[in-house]
């Protein structure tokens, strides 16, 4: 039965892109839009750890339509902007200004347990009867979804917006109302699966970062009867490089003197064909982020042609990827279980590090992700005389070295978690595969639910 929702489509015959099963009908955007509402506006200054009410951007959202609430910035907000702004369960959000590349991200929440407003960059949705945030999101991320939008995006080299009017002729697929319901059924247990196993992993990674301070910070690794050694009068000693004390027995190194030589990569003369959809993953600066995240919308390709010409910067289990230039210098992450991909290679702008005994490989990955040589990191990219961190600067950093035991029981334990963490990685990574891949199956006939 085609019951669909009872709006009128003032979509033309002649603008209508292609023939949908007969299960779906084409709308204008704004023919099914019941509110548009932009963001609360808050100036960087108006923003503060301090403060009590979360304040959700646009740089939360990615290219694949997924969300985060972890780390968000705080403002303060009155009793009535909160009631106007805060974000609810269901809610549809786009981003309406951004670069080129990111404007038009889009989500669907689908779990929110306290109060967070949005931002002013970014719009939210509503729409009649019983079309939901879900299928809208899910549409907008698809590869015709996602150039729809491209065609009204506006502005200058670096400032892109999409303007109310334009979003409101673009051409929308609504199927009727029972099939948008079992639709909506499993994009939400597929992204409420992909949330769980992120929170899951945010979970993971907090705990190999608690277990690295309460070892190597704090000094209170498991002594000889598995009481923690600094607290139970272990023996320390003054190091004159680092001013302050260290356990017996640890030492300070230089990072050259632990790892394998440094590896970088190079693209094609002329850089990436940004239209090229398959290849050889690429790998740069964007793809640096928290542990098990990749965004694959943004991966870039060189041709297989071009792989015979690569002698150095093809990605291993294990390796650590450092950002070596650009805002982000000192950015690291690492790469297992054949995640992202089973073969890819880095751009020039990312150094690999792998260490000479692989023992001391996820104790080096915790160290280089400490703040402090974050900001070493940082200062000694800003002071080369072309911005951006040499290989020579990399090895001299000097990082405190614990024994062998303790490098190995460390290894042990923080490999069981990020090993946990590469798994759940992989599998959202599936999950979001099938979930890319069901809707546009289902515009065209080709499956049913």
Known sequence: MNDYTNIKSTLPKNEIPYTLDENWKWYKWGDIIQDYQQGLIRSNSELNDDYSIEYFKMNFINENGDYSFKGLPKTEASRDEILRYKIREGDFFINVRNSRELVGKTCAIYNVLRDIVFNHMLVRIKHKNYITGTFMSAYFNTKFGKQILETCKKGTTTVIALYQKDLYNLPVPIPNEKLLKKIDKIYNDINKKIQLLHQINDNLAELAKIIYDYWF????????????????????????????????????????????????????????????????????????????????????????????KIISGVIKNNDILIYKDGAYVGKTTIFKDNFPFDYATINEHIFLIRAKNVLFQNFLLFTLKQKNYFDIMQSLGQKAAQPGLNQEDLKSIKILVPNQKNITQFYIYSEKLLMSIFKNANQFKELESLRDWLLPMLMNGQVSV
């Open 217 to 308: 910070v704090q000094f209170d690794f498991p002594d000889e009867n598995g009481k923690p050694y600094k607290t139970s009068g272990g023996k320390m000693v003054y190091n004159e490089v680092l001013k302050r004390e260290i356990p017996e027995g640890w030492k300070v190194k230089k990072i050259g003197e632990i790892i394998e030589p440094l590896e970088s990569g190079k693209r094609p003369k002329g850089g990436i064909d940004k239209t090229l959809k398959e290849g050889i993953p690429s790998l740069g600066a964007e793809c640096i982020d928290e542990l098990g995240i990749f965004n694959f919308s943004s991966t870039r390709y060189i041709p297989y042609s071009f792989q015979n």
